[in-house]
């Protein structure tokens, strides 16, 4: 079985734009998208909602639902 993708964007990030973060998951089939909707690097650690579907997608391999979005 496959592992899923789940990738993580922030809408105002100097170092990785959500714009890489869009690309990225148009070329991983079946991957999906959370975006963050602040300033800087590394949301992971700033939002519970980032963390609690990143845990989730690396726990029990559930995805957020489409479209998600998440803030700081």
Do not use: W
Not at 16 to 42: K, Y
Request: aromatic share 2%; net charge negative.
């Amino acid at each position: 079985m496959a592992g899923k993708v789940l990738v993580m964007g922030n809408v105002s990030d100097a170092e990785t734009p959500l714009e890489n973060g869009e690309e990225l998951h148009s070329m991983i089939p079946g991957s999906q998208l959370i975006v963050l909707d602040t300033m800087g690097h590394t949301g992971f650690y700033r939002s519970q909602c980032l963390a609690t579907a990143g845990g989730a997608t690396l726990t029990r391999g559930e995805l957020p639902a489409d479209g998600t979005r998440c803030s700081a």
